[in-house]
Structure formats: structure tokens, C-alpha cells
């Protein structure tokens, strides 16, 4: 697993997050020992832990109580447990079992998928193309063009859902996969373009022209020679969408609903408002949920985290 | 459910192979022009198609909202400006725009700060810890609003008193000795929406950590150290020396924490759904969209929140600006 101390991503967040002045100097070095490393007293510890404890428990009483049996998640706090933690009796994992199949979560985890991959996996070469275009092509409007997509990055989605949910009305869209997709890959587009071009803006210009003198064609060299060395900056943007897309409930709500589409958020937020339904329920299907979410965290940190900061200010 | 994954398969292959057969065709087309025409058109072809998703999917419905602000509820008649007058007289509402500052003024701040704490402190200790430590405050980021507040609803569960409390919070409260309390419904001093800001700030703040982590460490030693020869503790250090050199990157996460926080939704709809005084605009649009069936207020309630964010939009370009003036 990768530290998730490392230095300023190499797609830059829109700011002075590589502000020269911070580029300058003798620099602690980047990736976790500083000279300050080792120095924590009992004080800086234990204020560490109890944030620590902070952040965790709540998670760990999530997952605790979604493998209880469901007459004990309901009546004794998760804590009880502690006590005795090797009695296998009061373990069990049919609470799983009867949210994926009662209350649809298996379904809404396979729809999950088909909203998210396809919703990820498009954009990325058209925003590349763009991306290339914007980097080493020279063309009229080019940099108007390019202030636009870098002033959409801050617009709340919200804007686009009131006419959106009215014109895919007019093509029965509404309820359907693509209905999604679309918005989301519209949606995801300003992001993709600029951490693409912010990536592709630190390649040697010399690579792209000497390929030029070589008699290699703008289409050649964008296959052949960009999008080879862009795969950081495309795995950035991959995870990032598909963590957002993964994790979003409005646009689903909006355009699908809660019914035989919903995604996994959806589902949830369902399960949750209505009432009566066991917290051994709840909590599991909570936790169904982040198990594809916390895997991408857990195998591909140094990406996620890229991902996340370089595409934290998508509105 | 096969079907679904078909179809989903073969959307990807559909869209990503379609793509690429078009940029390919209009390529080939483009090499067909004749001498300057060829380097003339082909950025065009090949920002075209994101441009165009750019442009269908997020600046004409914009348009279209701000029209539809000036509509009635089914967008059929205009009514002028009387959905931002009924609204903005709605003592409702009011409450509602009063509580989205509050979200406003608390839940960037907030993070900002513990996020500066845990960077500075977590720099202290050896590696291991420091990358422990690290990654369980980041770990709420992969989590989404719904499963968060999923976890957050379970800490704030409350049972009458006298019975055992399965919430952690009021477990803790009912030990020391006081009565279990409702805390999602504690209005007083809006109370029950600072709970729901505590659980955006649980999943921010790894967020926060990261990126002030890296300024931090940024720092030039040798600042620090002419600092100490000049007699300055170790507080005067940080405060003068090392906050004014990360200013920059607190104005990032600040901003950007701010913007999420603005269209904030899945948390209060999930949570609370906006009752017990703890509506936000974010929600009132979806509210008035779906509950209420109106789109002009919707509208006009999105049109608010896209003024709102101008000045983010000026400063996030003058911020690009400046980047690249200096590449």
C-alpha cells in the first residue's frame, strides 16, 4: 500500500498548490520522514489516537452490528459484543443475505456497475482528444474556450437537472441507463479535460514536435505517444468519476428513481426512510454499499488520492 | 440482471469503440483537406465531441434554468420575478438560506482547521504512524454522503430513557449520567444542524489533511530555522513562518470545501430531510422539484446558488490564470 503522504499531485488542484515559492529551497523531503519525524511527544500521540478512535469507531459499530444477529443489533449497543467476541453464535452474516435479495441490494449493486463503468469509461478518450487539442494544437478561441471549462469546474450540477430531467422527458430518457450516463459523462467532462490537459501541459514540447519532424501525424502521436505516458493522469480521472458516479444520489434520484434501476445509494437512502426496518438491515446494506468504494481506496490509494484532489473542486 | 450487464458491457464498447471510429473518420476526413485547411479544422475535430457534451449537458440547461426561473411551476407562462419574490419572502426559506450559511461559515472552517492539526501533528511521528494515521482520517473520502450519514444516523440513535441505548452517543450521555437526548431534533441553537455538520466534516477533513500536509512539508527548513536563531518558540514559528508560506493551499481547501458545501443535499435529505429547521438550499431545490412539483421555484433556487458562486468561478480562473503565467 502507498503512504498517502506524498508531495503536490502532479495534476494540479486549480490553485497555488505548487506555488513557486513552495518549489524553491531545501524542501523536507516529500513521502513522510521530515525532520520533525520521530519527534511526537505523549501529547501529540494521544491527541493523534483519540481522532483516530474518532474517525474509526463510528465505522467499526456500522460493520459490528451488520453481522449481529437482529434481535441483539436492535436491543444491546455493538459495544456489548466486546465482552465476549469469540461467541460465534451471535455472529452472522444472513442479515446480508436478506438485504441483497428483500430489499433488492444485489440488484441495485449490478445496476451500481452499469450506470458506473460505462459513465466512467467514455469520457476518458473524448476528454483526451480535447485535452491533446488544447495542449499542442494551436487554434482560434483556444484559451476563451479553455477559461470556460475551467470556470464550469465550480458549477454546481444542479444547474442542468431541471431542463435535463424536461428534454429527456421528450425521449422517454427518464428512468433509463443512458439517461445517466449522459449526464454524467456531460457532467464529468470540464474535470477530464483539465486534468488531462494540466498532465499533458507538463510533457516536453520537444517529444511532440521532434515526433512532428519524424512525419508522425497529430492522430499518431496522440496514440501512440501521449496517451501511453497520460495513463497516470487517465487512472486520476478514472477513479475519481467513478467514486463520484458510484457514490452519487442526486442525478440518480432525479433520473431514476427508486425502482427497478436504482443504484446502490438509492436503495440505501430507501431502506433508511422507511420505517421499521431493523438497524442489523440498515447498517448491513450501509455497508454493502462502500465495500467496492473502500477496495478502490485500499488497492489504488495513490491514485484515489490524486483523483480526489485533483478533481475535489467538481461542482 | 444479465441483461443489465450486457447491456452495460456493451454501452462501454459501444461508446468508447464509437468514439474512436468517429475521431478516426473525421480525422481521415481532415487529412483530406487541402495544405493550411487540414491543420485549420482538425483541433476543432477533436474538441468537438467534448465540447459538445459540455455544451448540451451543462451550458444550454443553465440557460435554460435561468428561462425557467422567470416561469411558473410547469414552465408554461412567464411570471416575471415572482418565484424570487415569493420565495424570498417565504419566512421558510429565509430559515432556509440562514441555515446553508451557517454551513457555510462552520463546515469549511472546521475542517480546514482540524485538517491543519492533523498534518502538522501526524508530521511528528515515524513514518508508520504518520501513514496509519493518515489513512484512517482519509478513509471517510470513499465513502458516500448516503453511507455516511448511514453510519452518523446509527451514532445518533436514541431511546427513550430507562432503555438500553443502542446509539453511541447517547450510550456515552446516559453513563455519565444524564438523560438520553433526540439530538437530530435539538432545534435550539440549531443544535441538530451542527450533528449533520459533523458528519461532513468527518469526510472532509482527510481531504484537508492531504493537501496541507504536502504545503507543510513544502516548507524551506531553513525559514524555520532562521526563525529559531531569531529566538522565535516554536508557536511563534508556526504562526509566522510556516501559516503565511501554506496560506495559498488553505485558500484551496477552503474553497473548495465551501463549494461542496454550498449544493450540500445527501446528507440533510437522508438524515433529516430537512425537517426540525435543518433545510438547506441544496435540498429545498430537490424539494421543490419533486415533493412540490415546481420548477419555477427549483429554478430559481438553483439560479440563487449559481450567483453565489461567481466569485468562486473569478477566482478560480484568476487562480488558473496565474498558474499559467507561471509554467
Not at chain 1, 431541471?162 to 459523462?185: C, D, E, K, M, S
Not at chain 2, 443502542?166 to 437530530?184: C, E
Amino acid at each position: 500500500m502507498t503512504a498517502v503522504s506524498q508531495g503536490p499531485p502532479p495534476t494540479p488542484v486549480p490553485g497555488p498548490v505548487t506555488d513557486r515559492k513552495t518549489m524553491g529551497g531545501r524542501r523536507r523531503q516529500l513521502g513522510g520522514v521530515g525532520e520533525n519525524a520521530g519527534k511526537a511527544n505523549w501529547i501529540v500521540k494521544a491527541v493523534l489516537l483519540i481522532i483516530c478512535f474518532l474517525w474509526i469507531v463510528p465505522v467499526i459499530g456500522l460493520f459490528i452490528t451488520s453481522v449481529r444477529q437482529p434481535d441483539a443489533a436492535n436491543a444491546t449497543g455493538w459495544w456489548t459484543v466486546l465482552k465476549s467476541p469469540l461467541d460465534a453464535t451471535q455472529w452472522t452474516l444472513a442479515n446480508y443475505t436478506e438485504v441483497a435479495t428483500e430489499s433488492n441490494m444485489f440488484r441495485a449493486f449490478i445496476n451500481s456497475f452499469a450506470i458506473t463503468l460505462p459513465a466512467t469509461l467514455i469520457p476518458i478518450l473524448i476528454a483526451a482528444f480535447a485535452a491533446y487539442a488544447f495542449t499542442f494544437m494551436e487554434f482560434k478561441g483556444r484559451d476563451v474556450l479553455f477559461i470556460m471549462i475551467v470556470s464550469l469546474l465550480v458549477v454546481p450540477n444542479q444547474v442542468a437537472l431541471v431542463p435535463l430531467l424536461q428534454l429527456y422527458g421528450q425521449f422517454g430518457l427518464n428512468g433509463t441507463f443512458p439517461a445517466v450516463w449522459l449526464a454524467h459523462i456531460g457532467f464529468g467532462m470540464p474535470l477530464a479535460i483539465f486534468i488531462l490537459r494540466s498532465y499533458m501541459a507538463t510533457l516536453p514540447k520537444e517529444l511532440i514536435e521532434s515526433a512532428k519532424v519524424d512525419g508522425a501525424t497529430h492522430f499518431t502521436t496522440f496514440w501512440r505517444l501521449v496517451i501511453p505516458v497520460s495513463v497516470p493522469a487517465l487512472a486520476s480521472f478514472a477513479i475519481f468519476q467513478f467514486l463520484w458516479v458510484w457514490n452519487d444520489l442526486l442525478v440518480a434520484l432525479i433520473f431514476l428513481g427508486p425502482g427497478e434501476n436504482e443504484p446502490m445509494t438509492v436503495n440505501l437512502a430507501g431502506l433508511i426512510g422507511q420505517q421499521g426496518q431493523g438497524w442489523q438491515l440498515i447498517t448491513a446494506g450501509g455497508f454493502f454499499t462502500m465495500i467496492v468504494p473502500l477496495i478502490v481506496f485500499l488497492s489504488l490509494q495513490r491514485f484515489f488520492i490524486r483523483g480526489m484532489v485533483a478533481g475535489s473542486v467538481k461542482g | 440482471m444479465t441483461a443489465k450487464v450486457i447491456t452495460a458491457l456493451i454501452s462501454i464498447i459501444a461508446g468508447v469503440g464509437g468514439a474512436l471510429v468517429l475521431y478516426y473518420l473525421l480525422n481521415k476526413l481532415a487529412e483530406r483537406l487541402p495544405g493550411p485547411w487540414e491543420d485549420r479544422i482538425k483541433p476543432y475535430v477533436y474538441i468537438l465531441p467534448a465540447v459538445a457534451a459540455i455544451g448540451l449537458f451543462l451550458i444550454y440547461p443553465a440557460y435554460q434554468t435561468i428561462v425557467y426561473s422567470f416561469a411558473n411551476r410547469t414552465s408554461t407562462e412567464w411570471v416575471g420575478l415572482d418565484n424570487y419574490r415569493q420565495l424570498l419572502t417565504s419566512e421558510a426559506f429565509l430559515q432556509t438560506l440562514f441555515n446553508t450559511l451557517l454551513w457555510i461559515v462552520i463546515v469549511p472552517t472546521a475542517t480546514v482547521i482540524l485538517g491543519l492539526a492533523v498534518a502538522v501533528l501526524a508530521d511528528r511521528l515515524r513514518p508508520r504512524g504518520e501513514k496509519l494515521t493518515k489513512t484512517i482520517i482519509f478513509l471517510p473520502m470513499a465513502i458516500s454522503m448516503v453511507g455516511a450519514a448511514t453510519i452518523w444516523r446509527f451514532v445518533y440513535e436514541a431511546r427513550p430513557a430507562g432503555q438500553p441505548q443502542i446509539g453511541l452517543q447517547n450510550a456515552i450521555v446516559t453513563a455519565l449520567g444524564f438523560d438520553p437526548v433526540v439530538w437530530l431534533q435539538q432545534e435550539r441553537f440549531h443544535m441538530n444542524s451542527f450533528w449533520l455538520m459533523v458528519i461532513l466534516i468527518w469526510a472532509q477533513v482527510g481531504f484537508s489533511m492531504v493537501l496541507l500536509s504536502a504545503a507543510v512539508k513544502g516548507v524551506p527548513t531553513e525559514t524555520l530555522e532562521a526563525a529559531r536563531i531569531d529566538g522565535a518558540t516554536e508557536r511563534q514559528a508556526f504562526f509566522r513562518v510556516v501559516v503565511p508560506q501554506i496560506w495559498p493551499t488553505v485558500t484551496v481547501v477552503f474553497i473548495t470545501v465551501l463549494i461542496g458545501v454550498m449544493k450540500v443535499f445527501d446528507v440533510v435529505y437522508v438524515m433529516t430531510n430537512g425537517n426540525f429547521n435543518t433545510n438547506v438550499i441544496g435540498l429545498e431545490f430537490y424539494n421543490q422539484l419533486f415533493t412540490n412539483g415546481n420548477a419555477g421555484f427549483a429554478a430559481a433556487i438553483v439560479v440563487m446558488l449559481m450567483v453565489a458562486i461567481i466569485p468562486v468561478m473569478i477566482y478560480q480562473v484568476r487562480q488558473f490564470r496565474a498558474q499559467e503565467a507561471g509554467r
